[in-house]
């Protein structure tokens, strides 16, 4: 579908050309139809011809309003549409020339330099690169002998579109606008000339109220002359034709202006090639112009045609095509203030920097007495003449000249420019499409470099910023040294009767032989809660008046931590028969040495014998079942013995006491298996046998 | 009279009121310390792990009041008023903890931190030195040490503690993402890369990180790569308003100006009084040409935010090209008195 689609556009594109290439002289046998009309066209373009032939601006224009007439009877004469097309290249609105090139080409031309000028209507139109495409293709259709004379020019062509390209592609920042039609008029309107403060403006025109009322032979055209207008509160007002003496019922045109606005340069064209009058204001009146001043070195043969004063008005720029000292046709030379000779000294070219081989024309020295503006075919023009601008270093050397950009210049002549003091105002004339007629005054507003817009952003830089993290850290708990304690407590009661004893209870660091403390169980209860704190091996004794005393023994470990033990004791009479564990003798691992630990249970009992001194006692010493029972019964005798002879030693008699070996005879748990009940059984006791 | 009292409290325990009197006469036996501090304490912390955080701060009191140089009791209590927000209350306790162990790193890292939350970053920079040369090491206090001394601008110091917090710590994705923001302070737009880079490779979840990346890739005119940086951080948090403003910039950057605005309205859904983003759609219809649009644009920055001086300078440069000199130049010199330099210069064409 698409494909068809395609299909029928390139036939109906193909159509349309081939329509469009039919070439259609103006030949009676082609309209025959329309005698009248075609009688008319012809005469239209008789008229039109005669101006062509001429070959100035003015003809061309004039010749335009013929050619168009002739042109509307028949569109399609190649012929005719090339000479429309060179009409209006070689007058004011040029860009339109291409439309016509391009037709006079597919009508099928025969002129040998059309590619020359499609490429120029390109180039006039900013198409850069279709203008140089056309450019070299022209080269080469050239012989070489026309290529040797018109080369150089091509390039240059080829080379301003090189300059327009990157101009374009950089546009300055400017508003342009006409000055309106309060100063402009139907008629050329140019060379605006401003004072530096910008309150008054003296311009060139060509409208109906000149001096004289006259026309110019050549254009038809009123002659030039020369007008005022004065800006009050930022408007110009009616402009005012200047009258005499500064206008004449010939040409009459504006040139330059001082910067206070009292002196004024004026351009005379019938005199010697073209020379520069100065005029004064004094009061309210212009004096005559005359080049008194200017004579000898100023005014010469040669074509003088624009003037600028410097700020202090002790110099003088000026234009001229003199070949004394020139780089190529018209230069730029400047001339200073002979105090003594009260004339113009002699003109030095201002140098290389400004000056080309081409022209340079419309010279503006700025008040500011450093910045000179001109125009210029050569620099980097891209095309005709752009404006240009130097400054002065501060050894007085200029500065590389500045093309003052697009859309100020174009590739069309762009000259005759003048700028305020502030530099942000300038004035020049231009033939554009939408203007009062033909050449109007605009005024340039130079916005400078492009203002850069800001832009507001944000970050979060700062992570903790934007996301804080709760870091409540906390030191850790300490160690509690938790109690390491047994609890050891019950009821101490009378073995026979089950009776509450108030006893004391007697606590014994073994290993220190030292008695830590004493208290007692309530005589009422006979309950009793004593505290052991961990890490020693205890010895406890329970006393109480006319019983035997009880032993406990309590190992517990440092490691130990809180514990209860209930330990109901039962507290026997003295009377025959009672007896007592040891429970806190301790003898050396399968020996009958006692240890020392065991000497406050041994006291106890010494306390016991002497308190009862006529108590007779029975130690007995009892193993567990483990071993032989020879050496269980030697053993357990020669503990029993031991225990004997300490108390004989401590001084008891011997006759109160006995002793015997029982080995595992009575055990307190009998069939003993787990080592606790073991050592239970293994012990040494007493009983009161008398 | 204290172990009297200890041991009152361990028989009552065991034994209940009825031999508390015989209990009494076996006071020579209770050897345990004074441990009622201790006990308090470690119920504080209990307490403060459960986020009981008044009866915490009972606990630590209690524990002062049994001992009055217990350090840690006072750091802990300061702890808990850090996280109830009482931030004066906090101080003065790690001022305490402080004064009674001289040599209490993490007291006075807290303690800095404390006064780095309450603006007092002189302090918390003091704090954080003593901190570290009493050994506390951890890489937070190189971190919140690094912090300050960016906000200070001292952006090569910060960056030197953010790389001791990455030393201490080789999975601070904070550290990491603030030393980037470091380098790119210091224009060193390749090692912030890198360092927001390793940031999202430790923690690909931090939303600002990706909105970092893609700023610090806009430095370098990596406007696509950034586009997708600030994506990423709006998949982190749809509503990261900073992020589409943003994006929107880098669009911007590439002359997307459409597609610009369309980011800057999302910012702008998301905050509707977010005034950097009405600016931005101010430039991005400038950049069209539409210069009443972006005036109407400015107009709400400026109703939102009446300082906001580059919004001014925008808008001025919107009506010059509207040939209202006027009221550029009344918005240029508003702009120049809000300290937008720029606009001074602008302002400066409008006497002729």
């Known amino acids: ?690 | 009279m204290k172990k009297g009292l200890l041991s009152l409290f361990f028989m009552a325990l065991v034994f209940g009121s009825t031999f508390a009197q015989e209990a009494d006469k076996d006071t020579t036996l209770v050897i345990a310390e004074n441990q009622d501090a201790e006990i308090a304490y470690n119920r504080g912390i209990e307490n403060f792990k459960n986020k009981q955080l008044q009866q915490a701060i009972s606990d630590f009191t209690e524990a002062i009041q049994h001992k009055a140089d217990f350090s840690k009791a006072y750091f802990n209590r300061g702890s808990v008023y850090v996280e109830l927000n009482r931030v004066s209350e906090a101080i003065s306790d790690f001022d305490m903890a402080i004064q009674h162990d001289a040599s209490f790193g993490n007291a006075y890292y807290s303690r800095g931190r404390a006064k780095q939350n309450s603006n007092d970053n002189e302090g918390a920079l003091s704090d954080f030195d003593n901190a570290i040369n009493n050994g506390f090491k951890e890489a937070n206090v190189y971190y919140y040490r690094g912090v300050i001394k960016f906000q200070a601008g001292q952006y090569e110091d910060a960056k030197a503690d953010f790389s001791l917090a990455i030393s201490a710590d080789r999975q601070h994705a904070y550290a990491y993402n603030d030393r980037g923001s470091a380098n790119r302070k210091l224009e060193k737009y390749d090692d912030a890369i890198s360092d927001y880079k390793m940031a999202i490779s430790i923690d690909g979840k931090m939303a600002f990180t990706y909105n970092n990346l893609g700023s610090a890739l806009r430095k370098k005119e990596n406007y696509k790569e950034a586009i997708d940086q600030f994506t990423n951080a709006i998949k982190q948090k749809s509503d990261y308003y900073m992020a589409y403003n943003n994006r929107g910039s880098a669009k911007y950057d590439m002359k997307d100006y459409e597609g610009a605005i369309k980011d800057f309205e999302e910012a702008i859904k998301i905050k509707s009084d977010y005034a950097y983003a009405y600016n931005n759609i101010g430039t991005a219809k400038m950049k069209l040409k539409d210069y009443e649009g972006a005036i109407k644009a400015f107009d709400k920055a400026i109703s939102i935010d009446s300082n906001y001086g580059y919004a001014y300078m925008n808008r001025g440069n919107a009506k010059e090209m509207l040939r209202d000199a006027k009221g550029a130049c009344a918005d240029w010199n508003k702009a120049a008195e809000l300290n937008v330099n720029q606009a001074s210069s602008f302002a400066e064409d409008c006497n002729f």
């Not at chain 1, 006409?178 to 060139?204: H, K, R």
């Not at chain 1, 069309?412 to 231009?430: C, M, P, Q, T």
């Open chain 1, 1 to 690: 579908m698409k494909t068809l689609k395609n299909i029928a556009v390139f036939i109906l594109t193909f159509l349309a050309i081939n329509s469009f290439s039919q070439n259609v002289e103006f030949d009676k046998d082609n309209f025959k139809n329309d005698k009248d009309g075609f009688k008319k066209a012809m005469g239209n373009l008789k008229q039109g011809d005669e101006y062509y032939e001429m070959q100035s601006r003015g003809a061309y224009i004039l010749a335009l309003d013929f050619y168009l007439e002739a042109n509307r009877f028949n569109p399609n004469s190649a012929k005719l549409n090339y000479k429309i097309g060179r009409c209006y290249e070689g007058s004011m609105q040029k860009s339109k020339c291409l439309e016509y090139f391009k037709k006079a080409q597919s009508l099928g031309t025969g002129e040998i330099d059309i590619k020359y000028y499609i490429a120029r209507g390109h180039h006039l139109n900013l198409e850069f690169d279709e203008a140089m495409e056309n450019y070299k293709a022209y080269k080469n259709v050239l012989s070489p002998k026309e290529l040797q004379e018109k080369r150089k020019n091509i390039d240059k062509k080829i080379q301003e579109c090189k300059n327009g390209k990157i101009l374009v592609q950089n546009p300055v920042r400017v508003f342009i606008d006409n000055l309106g039609g309060t100063v402009n008029s139907i008629y050329p309107d140019y060379s605006p000339l401003i004072s530096a403060d910008e309150s008054m403006m003296i311009f060139t025109s060509r409208r109906a109220d000149t001096y004289g009322g006259g026309s110019d032979p050549g254009d038809q055209q009123y002659f030039e002359d020369i007008y005022v207008t004065y800006n009050i509160d930022g408007i110009w007002q009616t402009p005012k034709n200047m009258g005499k003496p500064l206008n004449t019922s010939n040409n009459d045109a504006t040139v330059g202006l001082s910067p206070d606005g009292q002196q004024l340069f004026i351009f005379n064209g019938k005199e010697g090639g073209g020379n520069i009058l100065m005029c004064e204001l004094k009061g309210e009146e212009w004096s005559k112009p005359d080049d008194g001043t200017l004579k000898k070195y100023i005014n010469t043969d040669y074509h003088e045609s624009s003037a600028s004063f410097s700020f202090d008005g002790k110099t003088m720029y000026f234009v001229s095509n003199r070949p004394d000292m020139s780089f190529g046709n018209h230069d730029i030379y400047y001339t200073k203030w002979d105090e003594e000779k009260e004339r113009w000294g002699e003109p030095v070219n201002i140098g290389s920097t400004i000056n080309t081989e081409y022209e340079e024309e419309g010279v503006l020295m700025h008040p500011d007495g450093r910045t000179i503006y001109f125009s210029s075919q050569g620099h980097n023009s891209m095309g005709g003449y752009d404006i240009f601008k130097s400054e002065m270093d501060d050894n007085g050397n200029w500065g590389t000249p500045i093309n003052l950009g697009y859309p100020i210049n174009t590739p069309d002549d762009d000259v005759f420019f003048v700028i305020n003091a502030s530099g942000k105002r300038g004035y020049y004339s231009s033939a554009q499409d939408g203007g009062n007629g033909s050449y109007d005054i605009y005024v340039i507003t130079f916005l400078g470099p492009e203002k850069p817009l800001v832009q507001s952003n944000e970050d979060n830089l700062i992570a903790s910023i934007a996301n804080p993290i709760s870091e409540t850290v906390i030191e850790e708990s300490v160690e509690i040294k938790t109690t390491r304690l047994t609890i050891l407590k019950g009821t101490i009661t009378d073995g026979f009767t089950g009776t509450p004893i108030g006893a004391s209870i007697e606590i014994v660091d073994n290993e220190k032989n030292q008695v830590i403390s004493v208290s007692s169980s309530n005589s009422s209860t006979g309950k009793y809660l004593v505290s052991l704190p961990s890490g020693k091996n205890y010895g406890i004794a329970v006393k109480a008046t006319d019983y035997l005393f009880h032993s406990e023994n309590f190992n517990i470990p440092a490691a130990t931590n809180y514990q209860e033990i209930v330990k109901d004791i039962q507290l026997n009479k003295m009377k025959i028969g009672s007896s007592v564990i040891l429970k806190n003798v301790f003898f050396d691992y399968a020996k009958a040495t006692l240890r020392p630990e065991s000497y406050p249970e041994l006291d106890r009992l010494y306390k016991l014998m002497a308190d009862f001194p006529k108590a007779k006692i029975k130690v007995t010493g009892h193993t567990d079942s483990r071993g032989s029972v020879t050496t269980n019964t030697r053993l357990s005798n020669d503990r029993a013995q031991a225990v004997v002879q300490y108390l004989i030693d401590k001084g008891i008699d011997k006759g109160r006491l006995q002793f015997e070996g029982m080995a595992a005879q009575k055990p307190i748990v009998p069939n003993a298996k787990t080592e606790d009940q073991h050592q239970q059984n293994r012990r040494v006791e007493f009983e009161i046998i008398e």
